[in-house]
């Protein structure tokens, strides 16, 4: 069973432009999300889609946005890139039901460099 | 609002000690717990997860972690470390339906062969 598929692996962008990450989760599970992971602030909960709709967002400003498409397959908008939005974007998807807990998985991340 | 406390932000052990890592937790519902491990270069993987139950709950790796619910805790031990136990440890926590992860700040445990 293929496990998060994240691409690309790195990205480098300048200042002021915008950046799109994606995410395929494994095969059924249609619960997505994402964090952010810096050496300062650790792993940072940035939002969770499930059947494309954004359930939960943590708090980052607007410019950080993202949508799931009705594979459950996931996208996050960074725009005006700032230097401080380098880091590690980690996406994690699970089996959720509503029924059942359950275990996120990760993927590889992305790690983006903002110069 | 949920917070994660791990108190050791770097551990150096030798071979063959033993390890215990400290988690502590804020939450307000019923709560899942996890361990993650990040080892270089890799992604997180899960240690092990409490969901309820048996409070001593066993992982892979021959890790082990007990939930003691009256000190909001949930510590990660293994008896005897190896060097390829390198890595970075997160404990994490989230409950009530919700897949939202809160994660501690993570612990680096350096072992020494």
């Known amino acids: 069973k293929a496990g998060v598929t994240q691409t690309p692996r790195y990205l480098i962008k300048t200042r002021g432009q915008q950046v799109t990450l994606s995410c395929s989760p494994i095969s059924g599970h249609r619960s997505v999300s994402w964090y952010q992971q810096t050496p300062g602030q650790g792993l940072q909960f940035l939002f969770e889609y499930f059947s494309e709709t954004q359930r939960n967002k943590g708090n980052f400003p607007g410019r950080f946005s993202g949508r799931q498409f009705s594979n459950s397959r996931s996208e996050m908008n960074v725009s005006t890139l700032e230097l401080g939005d380098s880091a590690l974007y980690l996406c994690a998807s699970s089996l959720w039901t509503g029924i059942m807990n359950t275990e996120a998985f990760f993927g590889q991340g992305t790690r983006l460099t903002v110069v | 609002a949920q917070s994660v406390s791990q108190h050791n932000h770097h551990v150096i052990l030798s071979e063959a000690a033993s390890l215990e890592l400290g988690c502590n937790y804020s939450y307000g519902g019923t709560v899942n717990l996890f361990w993650y491990v990040q080892y270089p270069g890799q992604h997180l993987q899960l240690l092990l997860k409490?969901?309820?139950?048996?409070?001593l709950v066993k992982g892979i790796k021959g890790f082990e972690a007990e939930f003691i619910k009256s000190k909001f805790s949930f510590n990660l031990r293994k008896p005897s470390v190896q060097w390829s136990d390198t890595a970075e440890y997160f404990c994490a926590v989230n409950g009530d339906g919700n897949e939202k992860l809160t994660f501690g700040t993570g612990t680096r445990l350096t072992i020494i062969p």
């Open positions: 409490y969901f309820s139950g048996d409070p």
